[in-house]
């Protein structure tokens, strides 16, 4: 099982994206859904994390710009950012903690990444 993100891509400072991430399969239970984002050069850092409960928890970075959600139902994960500058462009990487099938062990697992560039 593999986590699948989309919806990155280029967009002009000011403007909106709406990352999404689900796993490609099937899957026992799932908890703590989250984006994490790298820019060139710089450590991988936590954009924003939701529980199943729908408690949500965000980077200052992107405090009043950035909306998690997710659809419990669909397992799937989503990130609204807003007027976003080109300090926010980066690859984003979509993370989950996942129980994959009964008898596996809870575990966190990472998406392939998507690109988000915002530049003029």
């Known amino acids: 099982v593999q986590l699948q993100a989309s919806g990155g891509g280029l967009v002009q400072p000011g403007g909106s994206l709406r990352l999404s991430c689900a796993p490609s399969g099937s899957i026992f239970s799932i908890t703590t859904m989250g984006w994490y984002r790298q820019a060139p050069e710089k450590q991988r850092e936590l954009v924003a994390i939701?529980?199943?409960?729908?408690?949500?928890s965000y980077a200052d970075s992107g405090k009043g710009r950035f909306t998690i959600s997710r659809d419990n139902a669909k397992n799937t994960v989503h990130l609204q950012m807003n007027s976003l500058t080109p300090e926010d462009t980066a690859v984003y990487y979509c993370?989950?903690?996942?129980?994959?099938?009964?008898?596996?062990?809870?575990?966190?697992?990472w998406g392939q990444g998507t690109q988000v560039t915002v530049s003029s």
């Open positions: 939701v529980t199943t409960g729908g408690s949500t």
């Open positions: 993370y989950a903690v996942m129980k994959v099938q009964v008898g596996s062990k809870i575990a966190g697992y």
